[in-house]
C-alpha cells in the first residue's frame, strides 16, 4: 500500500514537473509575448494541480491534504486572473498579438 | 538532496542579483528584487526559518515590490547614469574592497550546520529551554522577539513608525495633494475577472492575516507579518475599487491614529509593567502567574506592531498614490 502510494505520488508529481518545464520551455521559445504568456500560465495552471496532488497523496495528515487542497484551490483562481489582467494589460497598451499581424500582413 | 536545492537557489540569488544592477530599467529591477525575495524566502524556509521566511515573502516580496511601483510611477523609469568616470571607478573599488573583505570573513565563519557553532551554544540553549518555562508557548522564536528581546522589537516599531512618518514629510500629506488633482483615480472598475476575483479573495486575505497576528505564538508569524499581509488586501482593494474607495473605508486620519497607537500600545503595556511592579517589558507582572502575564504580554505587543506596520504601510501607500497621476 505504501509503495503503491509512493509511485502514484512520484507519477503526478512527475507529469507536474513535466508541464513545468514544457511552460519554462515554452515562455523561453514561442515567438511573441501572448504565446509566451500562454505557455507561462501552464507553469501555475496545470503544474501545481499534479504536483499538490502528488503531495495531498503522499501527506502524512489529513489537516495537510486539506492545507494543500486550499494552496490549490487559491492559486486555480489567482493564476489565470493574473494571465487575465496581465494579457489585457497588454492588449490595452497596444501589443498586438505577433502571430495574427503576420498573418494579416501576409494576406 | 537539500544541499542541491540551497545551491540551485544561491546561483538563482547572484544571477538574479547581477540582473538588477546590470538592468537600466527601473520597472524590470522591481520586478527582480520582488524575486529575489520569494527566492531568499524559499533558502530562509529550508533552513527552518520559517518566520524569517514568512516576513520575507509578505514585506519583500509583496509590499515593497508594490511600495517601489507606487514610487515608479511618481518618477522616470529609467536609471539615469550620472557622475564623473572617477567617481564611478572610485565606488566600484569600494564595493569590490567591502565584497572582498566580506569573502575573507566568512572564511572564520563556523561552517554551516557546525553544533558547536557559537550559535548554538550561546543563549539559544537557554531560549529553547526557558520558553516553556516562562510563557509555556511553542514558537520560540515568538517568545525570543516578544519578551526576551522585547526592547529591540519595540525598536523595530519605532524605526517603522520613523519611517511612515519619514515619507509624509518628504511628500505630504496625501488629503492635501489628492485635492489638488483634477482626475480621479477610477482602479480597474471596468475589468471585470480580475475585479471580481480580488473582491472574493480580499475577506480570506484579512482572514489569513488576522490568523497570523493571533496564531504568531503557535505557528510562523506575528505582528510584522500580519501588518503586511492585512495592508496588502486594502491595497489590493485600492488597486481594484480605486484609492478613493479605499479611503472611504479607512481614512487617513485612521491610519495616522492605528500608527501611532500600535506603537503607543507597545510602549504602554511597557509602561504598566513598571507601574505593576515590574521592569520595563517585564510582561510576568501583567496577571496572575508568570505564564499568563507574558501571553498577555506577547499578545498585547504583538497587536501593537500589527496595528503600526498596517498603518504606516498604508500611509506610505496613499502617499505614493495621491502623488502620481495614474
Redesign the interface.
Known sequence: MVMLIDILATGLMAIGAFFVFVGGLGALRMPDFYTRMHAASLTDSAGPIFILSGLMVQSESYLVAVKLFAVLV?LL??AP?AS??LA?ASLLAGNKPGLAVKRSSAE | MIELFNVFLMSMLIITALAMVSSRHLFVTVMLSGFFSLLIAAIFLLLDAADVALTEAAVGAGISTVLFLGALALMDVEETVRGEKWIRIFSLFVVAVTTLALVYAAFEQPAFGDPNAPIHQHVAPWYIQHVPIHMDIPNIVTGILGSYRGYDTLGEVFVVFTAGIGVLSILGDPVKNRRQRVVKKAGLRHYLIPRLVGRTLIPFIVLFGLYVQFHGEYSPGGGFQAGAIIAAAIILFAILEGEDQALKIIPMRGLYFLMASGALLYAGVGVATMLMGGRFLEYGVLADTMVAGQQWGILLIEAGVGMTVTGVLLTIFHAFAARSNL
Open positions: 487559491f483562481i489567482t486572473t487575465n489582467a489585457s
